[in-house]
């Protein structure tokens, strides 16, 4: 089985973000889609930062969803710098003002009927809050969290492409070499009863491919491809600082 990415190197094209941004009426179908999308991925994020914040595990989902619908009723969506556009930094900016404005949370949501946000699974977005340090700040939690949605949305894409390729059982005996470990590829070899050399190519190319599918997902939250490079380096340094407070 071949990881190499089935996309090449084109231009920076327009994200979902870049969309959302160039876009003055929110009413517009895709920009609309564009931003549900943005939010469906960012959900996990956001009620972290609340649940740290003392709110209610019910009072957390409830501001997610109210907040989210606020964004389509929010001019300053239009007015964001499109030259210096992140959506990770502008969303928790957004927040931060949602929450100081005391919002309607009824009001908004009988306003929001044609923003549908696909929720998390509460149960595990809980459990992930439980693994992490106790005295983290909200907006730590916050990075964490987008930063692991990153890799876990990332690996998905994978794994369903290895899926309809019916090689889910080679994509999950290859995926914990994705973390750098070589030690244990000759008992994955072993495993897969298939020689150490072709592991270690397969290894390779599914670190190429994964490599491409963050790039993927960082690039629809960025307007410009400079920004895909800087924030896939901030990625790295917020894993790398979540796994030494481990």
Same mark, same amino acid.
């Given at each position: 089985? *071949?990881? %190499?990415?089935?996309?090449?190197?084109?231009?920076?094209?327009?994200?979902?973000?870049?969309?959302?941004?160039?876009?003055?009426?929110?009413?517009?179908?895709?920009?609309?889609?564009?931003?549900?999308?943005?939010?469906?991925?960012?959900?996990?994020?956001?009620?972290?930062?609340?649940?740290?914040?003392?709110?209610?595990?019910? =009072?957390?989902?409830?501001?997610?969803?109210?907040?989210?619908?606020?964004?389509?009723?929010?001019?300053?969506?239009?007015?964001?710098?499109?030259?210096?556009?992140?959506?990770?930094?502008?969303?928790?900016?957004?927040?931060?003002?949602?929450?100081?404005?005391?919002?309607?949370?009824?009001?908004?949501?009988? *306003?929001?009927?044609?923003?549908?946000?696909?929720?998390? =699974?509460?149960?595990?977005?809980?459990?992930?809050?439980?693994?992490?340090?106790?005295?983290?700040?909200?907006?730590?939690?916050?990075?964490?969290?987008?930063?692991?949605?990153?890799?876990?949305?990332?690996?998905?894409?994978?794994?369903?492409?290895?899926?309809?390729? /019916?090689?889910? /059982?080679?994509? #999950?005996?290859?995926? !914990?070499?994705?973390?750098? %470990?070589?030690?244990?590829?000759?008992?994955?070899?072993?495993?897969?009863?298939?020689? !150490?050399?072709?592991?270690?190519?397969?290894?390779?190319?599914?670190?190429?491919?994964?490599? %491409?599918?963050?790039?993927?997902?960082?690039?629809?939250?960025?307007?410009?491809?400079? #920004?895909? #490079?800087?924030?896939?380096?901030?990625?790295?340094?917020?894993?790398? /600082?979540?796994?030494?407070? %481990?």
């Amino acid at each position: 089985m *071949r990881f %190499d990415s089935d996309r090449a190197d084109f231009p920076f094209q327009t994200t979902r973000w870049s969309l959302v941004l160039s876009v003055q009426d929110l009413e517009n179908s895709e920009a609309r889609d564009a931003l549900a999308e943005l939010c469906n991925t960012y959900w996990r994020p956001i009620y972290g930062f609340l649940r740290r914040r003392k709110y209610s595990h019910h =009072d957390a989902q409830d501001l997610t969803q109210s907040f989210f619908v606020s964004l389509l009723h929010n001019e300053s969506i239009q007015q964001a710098d499109q030259t210096r556009g992140r959506f990770r930094s502008y969303l928790l900016g957004a927040l931060t003002k949602f929450l100081a404005n005391e919002w309607d949370r009824q009001h908004a949501q009988k *306003r929001g009927g044609h923003l549908e946000i696909h929720s998390l =699974d509460a149960e595990d977005a809980e459990k992930f809050l439980a693994q992490l340090p106790a005295d983290l700040p909200a907006e730590t939690i916050y990075e964490v969290s987008w930063a692991d949605t990153t890799v876990k949305n990332a690996l998905k894409k994978l794994r369903d492409k290895a899926s309809a390729r /019916g090689r889910t /059982g080679l994509f #999950d005996a290859l995926q !914990v070499h994705l973390t750098g %470990d070589e030690s244990s590829q000759e008992q994955t070899a072993k495993t897969l009863g298939l020689p !150490v050399n072709a592991v270690h190519t397969l290894v390779h190319r599914l670190r190429r491919a994964y490599r %491409d599918a963050l790039r993927d997902e960082i690039a629809e939250t960025v307007t410009t491809s400079t #920004d895909i #490079d800087e924030e896939l380096r901030y990625l790295r340094q917020v894993l790398e /600082g979540a796994r030494s407070r %481990d």
